[in-house]
């Protein structure tokens, strides 16, 4: 199994930043694709960002976040981050880190297709 905890959530002024992480317990971590979903109160959980397996070469972005996110990973750190940048209101949600089992270097933006997942950190947005 594999474990999941991500850090770096907060409160941060509209137009700001903020860098989330996600570090991982395994020894396989360089073999999982992972990625980024978050939830609002009231809403569905919905795909943010995923990065490939091995170097992260290929990535992909929710259209409400292109331009401002970026996934990344450190192999040798067993991490996966999120910096988050020009924050909107409308961004604010518990955001979640989950890694999949994958086969090949195709990223998945179906939260079914990942097997583990954190317990996800609160990101808040003041105007």
């Known amino acids: 199994q594999v474990q999941l905890v991500e850090s770096g959530g907060g409160l941060v002024q509209a137009g700001g930043s903020l860098r989330l992480s996600c570090a991982a317990s395994g020894r396989r971590f360089s073999t999982y694709g992972m990625g980024w979903f978050r939830q609002a109160p009231g809403k569905e959980r919905e795909f943010v960002a995923a990065i490939s397996w091995y170097s992260g070469s290929r990535t992909v972005y929710a259209d409400a976040v292109k331009g401002r996110f970026t996934i990344s990973r450190d192999n040798a750190k067993n991490t996966a981050y999120l910096q988050m940048n020009s924050l909107k209101p409308e961004d604010p949600a518990v955001y979640y880190c989950?890694?999949?089992?994958?086969?090949?270097?195709?990223?998945?933006?179906?939260?079914?297709?990942?097997?583990?997942w954190g317990q996800g950190t609160q990101v808040t947005v003041s105007s």
């Open positions: 989950a890694a999949s089992r994958v086969t090949d270097e195709r990223p998945s933006v179906v939260a079914g297709d990942y097997e583990y």
